[in-house]
């Protein structure tokens, strides 16, 4: 049977590059990078290189590059570290983010502070003149994600720095579904703080790093040794630092090749679907959508049972993120865009990667639209309507 993995935006696989670039830094190269004898010093001169080619793929500075765990303590590092270091009870994000800021938000909520969700318009995108309404002279941060691990979707970045560079408030950015997929550049966006994660763009898992511009400075959630300039103490993840540096390398040299690339198999499978499929709905915005996402409602049917028939015919496909999935409440992305529970849970998330190819596409097309017909053809709900 063919496997044909869609699941790109909840991990990737690590390329055999990457993995190679990782491995002496295990069995040679294996000395604390605080240390100071020849093998701390040999594996600080590496840590070094990586962040230097890291910042420079993004437009950012070796020394606005603090390595985390990944992309979730990166998230909680700016906002945590943004209500120590400022005076100020109040948070600007949207209603369609990562449970990583998410969470982190309703957190700070139990803590006594307040935060607004911005609302999307219904093909999940944030109004930058909503941003500046909700500024207050007690906000401290706004945080807004760059691209939706659901639909795809790209928020104006560009626009709401301006207006919170204007006023004067620090602006993070979650860009964990943007890096390695399109052009990230931080000083073109003005973004104050932005988060990546290396498992996102074919890197190792629990390897991330926080952008944080120069005059920016969040305070350490964690506390420990100095390391990460006091901001993220902790001793190196080394190896994993060094495979997120190759993962990037790799992925900025074939950006635009693989953009062109997985944009058009993105649409084979859209077009495809709609073509042998009736009664389909294309959640997020036709065209400000990550290249590799497709995600799309079934009505009538359930994306959870779409689920498990692709994967009994060797298809990895999701609904929602991979952190939400197998709970059965509603995406709170797709409801937050206004939809209704029927189409919502009729939701399937299907995410392409540099693997993916069209003889894949067409095999999923072919295999999906016999599991719509068989479900549907057992949904009292499609019976009812149709008669
Ligand atoms: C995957 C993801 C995260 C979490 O990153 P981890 O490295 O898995 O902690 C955060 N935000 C977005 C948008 C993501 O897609």
Known sequence: MRKVYLDHSATTPVRKE???SMLPYFTEAWGNPSSIHQWGRTSRKAVEQAREEIAQYIGAEPREIFFTSGGTEADNLAIFGTVEAKKGMHIITSSVEHHGVLDACQYL???GYEVTYLPVNEYGQVNPEDVRKALRPDTVLVTIMY?????GTIQPIKEIASIT???????HTDAVQAVGSIPVDVKDLGVDMLTLSAHKFYGPKGIGALYVRKGVRPKPITHGGGQERKIRPGTENVAGIMGMAKALELAIA???QNMKRITGLRDRLIQGIRENIPEVVLNGHATARLPGNVNMSFLYIEGESLIL???MVGVAVSSGSACTSGSLEPSHVLMNMGMDHQQAHGSLRMTLGVSTTAEDIDYVVSELTQIVEKLRAMSPLYNSKNL
């Open 18 to 20: 990457v993995l190679e």
């Open 109 to 111: 909520e139990k803590q």
């Open 147 to 151: 691209a939706n691990n659901e639909v």
């Open 165 to 171: 560079r204007e006023a004067g408030v620090w602006f």
């Open 254 to 256: 074939d950006l635009d």
């Open 309 to 311: 028939s692709l994967d």
